[in-house]
């Protein structure tokens, strides 16, 4: 039997993050070879991972970031309880795949894991390593990108929501403020443009059937529905709702007074 050393031990769990005991155990049924060892702990993962996959993972981590310039990426790393959700390790490892997702300008959550994590590992192969270290489920349940001339970002609530909006310009206190916006009203779409047309459809239903339960006059029905559905593009339509630091003005008004022709281009928006 190979001697196994307190320091090959300590290397293994730093590396994996495994526990003392399992990294020793692994080193042992590998004979002392480091990258043997690695691929058990991985392989336990494995078997965690797929004993667990029925799991609900609503717990995690949002995890929005920008280049600074013109990119961002949100990602949502699920796991099942908030005990783990709120461990600095999750955290950390959740802010270094959201490095990743914004470098390697990938744009969704299955591309991400196939993406190179570090020491020859990807994403995905990364997951299922530490699910076998935590024993939760773990998966990037969730990932969105944004570009434009400028991108803004936003974490809320602990890492509960990430927003990422996209502007015709630079202007970093106006995208921190809309991108905080987009996190507190939950908008559905950009502009009414953009809201989808069942939706539509819907909203105009209902605002019949109001009406009509109202005892309005069938004739005036089509009326009154669409201008209540026009209070709801202004109630959930990014642009046009009232801007949550001054409600005199709506959030494309705020961005004009910030600069002429400064814009909303498009948003995402990602929560537990």
């Given amino acids: 039997m190979a001697k196994i050393t307190a320091a090959e031990v300590n290397k293994l769990r ?14 042992v049924e590998a004979e002392g070879d480091f990258e043997a060892a690695v691929d058990i702990l991985r392989k336990k993962g494995q078997k965690v991972a797929a004993k667990r996959a029925d799991r609900e993972a609503t717990e995690g981590a949002v995890i929005a970031k920008t280049n600074g310039a013109d990119k961002g990426a949100v990602i949502k790393l699920s796991c099942e309880t908030d005990f783990v959700a709120k461990n600095e390790n999750f955290v950390a490892l959740a802010n270094k795949i959201a490095d990743i ?21 990807t994403v995905a192969a990364k997951l299922q390593e530490q699910t076998g270290v935590i024993g939760e489920k773990i998966e990037v349940a969730e990932m969105a990108t944004v570009n434009a001339p400028y991108v803004a970002s936003y974490i809320h609530m602990g890492n509960k929501i990430g927003t990422l909006v996209g502007l015709t310009a630079e202007a970093a206190e106006a995208g921190r403020d809309v991108a905080m916006q987009a996190a507190a009203m939950n908008p559905v779409a950009l502009n009414r443009d953009a809201v989808p047309q069942e939706v539509i ?29 026009n209070k709801f593009f ?11 630091k001054d409600s005199k003005l709506s959030v494309s008004k705020y961005l004009t007074s910030v600069e002429a022709g400064l814009a909303v281009v498009d948003f995402k928006r990602v929560s537990l």
């Fill in 14 to 27: 730093k590396q994996t993050g495994a526990g003392m005991m399992d990294c020793k155990k692994a080193l």
């Fill in 101 to 121: 997702a914004l470098a390697s300008g990938v744009s969704t959550a299955e591309e991400l894991g196939a993406v190179e994590f570090e020491g020859g590992l």
């Fill in 201 to 229: 459809d819907r909203e105009l239903e209902v605002g019949k059937d109001l009406a009509r339960q109202e005892g309005k006059p069938e004739e005036m029905l089509e009326k009154i529905a669409t201008g209540r559905l």
């Fill in 234 to 244: 202004k109630e959930n339509t990014l642009v046009d709702q009232d801007f949550i």
